[in-house]
Nanobody, 124 residues
């Protein structure tokens, strides 16, 4: 069983930055692709970014490309999401998730394990 715990959310003004972290335990972190998803009130969960198990490949949603950066430290069993130039429309609960297949997917149904989420609120 894999446990994922996100941290780093909060309230920030538009144009500001936040870095989310997701710490994993209970499995072999370096075998998993790790993704970030978000869900705003009244909206469906949407893909944000994913990183391959080796860290060699990343994929981003068009809405965050050039502003967000996903990275991982397999020695620390942690994945990060650096969010710059934040916009009010980035406001959501952000979730990290583990895909046991190890490679990139934008489909939330391929992710086996999920964290509890961390709130990000961007004020205008």
């Amino acid at each position: 069983q894999v446990q994922l715990v996100e941290s780093g959310g909060g309230l920030v003004q538009a144009g500001g930055s936040l870095r989310l972290s997701c710490a994993a335990s209970g499995g072999t972190f370096s075998n998993y692709a790790m993704g970030w998803f978000r869900q705003a009130p009244g909206k469906e969960r949407e893909f944000v970014a994913v990183i391959r198990r080796s860290g060699s490949n990343t994929l981003y949603a068009d809405s965050v490309k050039g502003r967000f950066t996903i990275s991982r430290d397999n020695a620390k069993n942690t994945v990060y999401l650096q969010m710059n130039s934040l916009k009010p429309e980035d406001t959501a609960v952000y979730y990290c998730a583990a895909d046991l297949r190890g490679y990139e997917s934008v489909d939330y149904s391929t992710y086996a394990y999920w964290g509890q989420g961390t709130q990000v609120t961007v004020s205008s």
